[in-house]
């Protein structure tokens, strides 16, 4: 007579349902076989429920072994794991520190990029300026001509007024 799925196929369902995530249920350790009653499966998922805290503190990962070498296992698991989460816990810190640099360099290249911008909107202000300023010599020597040959004129009016008076009293 057969007892149905055996126990370690259930085993590494339920384990498999588990690694994905999900909580190993009768369902789902079912449909990870593909075949099983509920109540067998059932039964022997109660089972690996039990045997999963030993599991995870590590206690039948060295079955046969004197407790003294357990101990000794488990308390350098307990250090490796240790280690480990401080080295995790460095390089996410380091993580943090790039991902602000690389902000920081972000927001620099966008002040840069403004700055550049400003510069350039100073640099035509000032060609402008200069255009203005050629233009406005332009003027003034123009202005300075046209009051040269109205001083001449005036010059010339006021000798002729002279003359004229001059002749005037003869």
């Known amino acids: 007579m057969a007892l149905g799925v055996p126990e370690d196929e259930v085993f590494a369902a339920a384990d498999a349902v588990l690694a994905r995530g999900e909580r190993p249920t009768v369902k789902r350790v079912r ?11 059932g039964s022997l998922l109660d089972i690996w429920w039990g045997q999963l805290a030993k599991r995870v503190e590590g206690e039948t990962r060295l079955p046969g072994m004197p407790r003294e070498v357990t101990e000794a296992f ?11 989460q401080g080295v995790a816990e460095q390089s996410l810190t380091t ?14 290249d966008a002040q840069i ?28 020597h123009q202005s300075q ?10 010059a010339r009016a006021l000798e002729a007024a002279a003359r004229e008076r001059a002749r005037s009293k003869d």
Request: glycine share 6%; aromatic share 4%; charged share 30%.
């Open 113 to 140: 990029d403004d700055l550049r911008g400003q510069c350039q909107e100073l640099k035509n202000k000032h060609d402008e300026t200069l255009s203005q300023l050629g233009e406005y010599r332009e003027q003034l």
């Open 74 to 84: 488990l308390a350098l698991w307990q250090q490796a794991t240790t280690f480990a």
């Open 31 to 41: 449909q990870e076989l593909g075949r099983g009653s509920p109540a067998r499966v």
């Open 145 to 154: 001509r046209v009051l040269e040959r109205v001083e001449a004129e005036l």
């Open 95 to 108: 993580i943090n520190q790039a991902a602000d640099l690389e902000q920081l360099l972000a927001d620099r």
